[in-house]
């Protein structure tokens, strides 16, 4: 089993930042990938960032240039940076992790951007 505890979301103003981290613990062994997913009310998940074990990253174009995600292998951590964040980007966020085959995924956390 593969525990995935999610921190750093709230609530901040538009063009602010946040930086979300998830704390990966449990049987995990070199995760092909690790990101971040986010669902707005009525929504769809969707993708905002995922880093995978080649090194390669991927980024919703509704974030690009704004998020940034780094990955610490040696902590099994992810994080997402968030600059010039906008009322658009409100949503629960989640973090996941894919590790020997199964997809795993955090409890998620509400990031509001909001004056």
């Known amino acids: 089993q593969v525990q995935l505890v999610e921190s750093g979301g709230g609530l901040v103003q538009p063009g602010g930042s946040l930086r979300l981290s998830c704390a990966a613990s449990?049987?995990?062994?070199?995760?092909?990938?690790m990101g971040w997913y986010r669902q707005a009310p009525g929504k769809q998940r969707e993708l905002v960032a995922i880093?995978?074990?080649?090194?390669?990253?991927n980024y919703a174009d509704s974030v690009k240039g704004r998020f940034t995600i780094a990955r610490d292998n040696a902590k099994n951590m992810v994080y997402l940076q968030m600059n010039s964040l906008k009322p658009e980007d409100t949503a629960v966020y989640f973090c996941t992790c894919t590790t020997r085959g199964l997809d795993y995924w955090g409890q998620g956390m509400q990031v509001t951007v909001s004056s």
């Open positions: 880093s995978h074990n080649n090194g390669s990253t």
């Open positions: 449990g049987s995990i062994f070199n995760p092909r990938s």
